[in-house]
């Protein structure tokens, strides 16, 4: 089974940026949709971003995400990527990486089946 390593995860100030990475282990991301949720305190845990297996893979972000996270893969590298802009205060979280082998991904938390554990992103205004 493959198994996942999240990083990147830091404090920040409101408007700065952060890229988060999640590489693979045990196993590669070929066949494997990827997707990144946050969890912050007394919330539940939110899809955020996906991405589809392929060459061609499709791409969803939630609306509180939208226009300022970017989500990629680097096949060769076995890790997947969220850069993320114009940081906010409401973005403060733990995020998490999480995988199916399936070329489809969703931001529904049951879509998957392998989770990293999180690192941690705060933001300060």
């Known amino acids: 089974d493959v198994q996942l390593q999240a990083s990147g995860g830091g404090l920040v100030q409101a408007g700065g940026s952060l890229r988060l990475s999640c590489a693979a282990s045990?196993?590669?991301?070929?066949?494997?949709?990827i997707g990144w949720f946050r969890e912050a305190p007394g919330k539940t845990r939110e899809g955020i971003s996906c991405i589809g297996s392929g060459g061609d893979a499709t791409t969803y972000y939630a609306e509180s995400v939208k226009g300022r996270f970017t989500i990629s893969s680097d096949y060769a590298k076995n890790t997947v990527y969220l850069q993320m802009n114009s940081l906010k205060p409401e973005d403060t979280a733990d995020y998490y990486c999480?995988?199916?082998?399936?070329?489809?991904?969703?931001?529904?938390?049951?879509?998957?089946?392998?989770w990293g554990q999180g690192t941690q992103v705060t933001v300060s205004s």
């Open positions: 999480t995988a199916v082998l399936f070329p489809r991904c969703h931001l529904g938390r049951s879509w998957y089946d392998y």
């Open positions: 045990g196993g590669t991301f070929d066949g494997y949709a």
